[in-house]
């Protein structure tokens, strides 16, 4: 028996021109906004929302800016970027929203509604067709991975926002040269340069695109024509001058004006973290070679020979070419590579190649720092299994979903009734193959059992301290993250960490003087402060007894009738 399905194009043609008539801008909003609350709240039920062990501590060092030992801006540290936390500051007065991870959901799930409305806006303006750029925006609202991580504390939704935003305007400069878009390209740009270093190389790469849009010069194609008979390398390059009939010094000026515009408030964010770590680190470059620092992470990879990407092209290349379509999905990658490849030599498009280098530049910057060996990724089927993890970081990829949402938008513009019926088709394909499991939800696996994971390392010592715990100061290194601040249900301003000066240097000296509990893991700060010192670990035994042991975990309890000298 064949079974076959007739769409007759009239009915696709209605139905698109219906949708298109109703105020499509008006449906992106508000399926974003009950998409951000459900997915939010299947995070919250299933206990997602602070799966990843970064996605505790962001919302540690939120909560520490109005509620620690020593609360202040100072405690927003030196190596994240600060606005994302400076964004969650407000609700961390509520105990409930910092424990639950609410405040980070509330923080990523407004981003989300915002990429989403500006990716519908930023299809539009490349194809001016509303149904194409519902499209888009559905690709990047429907994607499982960009759902769990609104739901989540985690920085990446912010800086999708402020990129979205940023690239937006930017875009309707290039069609415009509006000088007022340019502002707001700027100002997006220096919110990202605050959310994720990856703003950075989004500044960097619009800056560059302002050049080579105002360079008074270009190069000659016809001049390669008869590449062998040319005298001189002035034959390559032709005067903008000349074409537009204008002068030089105009063409400078205007290119100069535009470029001190732009870049006086796009790296002036650059500029203010350089100042604040020089402030209050005394090193303008310390989240750069910190212990804490991603570099200086990287080496311990390196020393067992696991970090593949490391100076390696291809493998860099590699690596993030298969986490990014990790995170699109296949189907949708599938249809995104295809768009892009229309959209490349569609010359009815103005700009079209800078658009993409914007659309382009998460790609860039994860490649190149991974073969900086500045980042590492691991991901399944590519990590060789005789490494110790083969999942961590594949979050990574999720930056390159806006990207997914312009292209398979332009494609959709592109295709004629039976190709949108076929795009539309896919895209529910792809969400399908999510929902039986063959699709894995990436970025949730990562959280859930990858290194990234906070919830698979939990030791039984979280549990033992929260029942004993009763009163008192309690001296933790934060960085191993020995115990889970957010689920023990002690305060925040009766834990002692790096952060909290002038008590973390003096309990590492005189411990009894402020401390009634120590925390220690195996080779963290403590461990080796208090264990590999003799003189301090007699202080440390002649004032605390050992009241947990584990193969990784110590914990100490002060002797009451022991006085402090």
Not at 279 to 305: K, V
Not at 390 to 406: D, K, Q, S, W
Not at 545 to 559: A, H
Request: aromatic share 16%; glycine share 6%; proline share 4%.
């Amino acid at each position: 028996m064949n079974l076959s399905i007739i769409i007759k194009k009239e009915r696709i043609d209605a139905l698109i021109q219906w949708f298109s008539v109703r105020n499509p801008e008006r449906w992106v909003l508000w399926i974003a906004i009950v998409l951000a609350i459900g997915a939010t709240i299947y995070s919250y039920l299933n206990g997602y929302i602070i799966a990843y062990g970064d996605a505790e501590s962001h919302l540690n060092i939120a909560k520490r800016v109005v509620d620690s030992l020593t609360p202040g801006f100072a405690q927003l540290g030196g190596i994240w970027l600060p606005l994302p936390h400076i964004l969650m500051v407000p609700f961390m007065y509520s105990d409930f929203l910092w424990r639950s991870g609410l405040a980070g959901s509330i923080v990523s799930g407004a981003a989300f509604v915002i990429s989403s409305l500006f990716l519908y806006k930023l299809v539009w303006r490349v194809t001016a067709r509303k149904s194409a750029a519902v499209i888009g925006a559905l690709v990047f609202m429907i994607n499982p991975n960009v759902l769990y991580f609104q739901s989540t504390p985690m920085t990446e939704l912010v800086l999708i926002a402020f990129f979205v935003l940023s690239t937006y305007y930017f875009v309707k400069f290039l069609q415009e040269d509006r000088i007022i878009s340019l502002i707001l390209a700027a100002a997006f740009g220096f919110a990202a340069t605050l959310s994720r270093y990856d703003g950075w190389a989004l500044v960097l790469m619009e800056a560059g695109i302002i050049v080579l849009l105002y360079f008074p010069y270009r190069f000659n194609p016809e001049a390669w024509k008869s590449f062998w008979k040319i005298e001189s390398i002035k034959h390559f390059i032709v005067s903008r001058a000349e074409e537009t009939k204008g002068s030089l010094s105009a063409l400078i000026g205007k290119l100069e004006g535009r470029l001190v515009l732009y870049s006086t408030l796009a790296f002036y964010g650059i500029f203010l973290w350089f100042v604040w770590d020089w402030l209050i680190l005394g090193d303008p470059l310390y989240f750069t070679h910190s212990e804490f620092s991603a570099a200086s992470q990287q080496q311990s990879w390196l020393a067992r020979g696991e970090l593949p990407a490391y100076k390696n092209v291809w493998y860099s290349f590699l690596y993030y070419f298969v986490t990014s379509l990790s995170n699109i999905g296949i189907v949708a990658f599938l249809i995104t590579l295809v768009g892009l490849a229309y959209f490349i030599f569609d010359k009815s498009i103005k700009h079209r190649i800078y658009i993409l280098l914007v659309l382009l530049v998460p790609f860039f910057f994860n490649a190149a720092t991974m073969y900086l060996g500045q980042s590492v990724i691991f991901i399944p089927h590519l990590t060789p299994t005789s490494f110790e993890w083969t999942l961590f970081n594949a979050r990574y990829g999720i930056m390159m979903v806006p990207f997914a949402a312009v292209c398979v938008g332009y494609l959709f513009y592109r295709s004629k009734a039976a190709g949108k019926a076929l795009i539309g088709g896919l895209l529910i394909f792809q969400i399908a193959l999510y929902g039986i499991g063959y699709s894995e939800v990436i970025s949730l696996a990562d959280g859930t059992r990858g290194l990234s994971s906070g919830i698979t390392k939990m030791h039984d010592a979280q549990f033992w301290f929260a029942e004993n715990y009763d009163d008192g100061l309690v001296l933790e290194d934060d960085f191993a993250r020995s115990v889970s601040l957010v689920r023990t249900g002690v305060p925040m301003e009766k834990f002692i960490y790096i952060g909290n000066k002038p008590y973390w240097e003096e309990s590492l000296v005189e411990p009894q003087k402020h401390v009634t509990w120590i925390i220690m893991q195996e080779n963290d700060t403590l461990w080796h402060n208090f264990l590999e010192r003799p003189e301090l670990e007699a202080r440390l035994y002649a004032y605390f007894n050992k009241v947990y042991t584990s193969p990784e975990i110590l914990i100490f309890k002060r002797i009451s009738d022991v006085p402090s000298i």
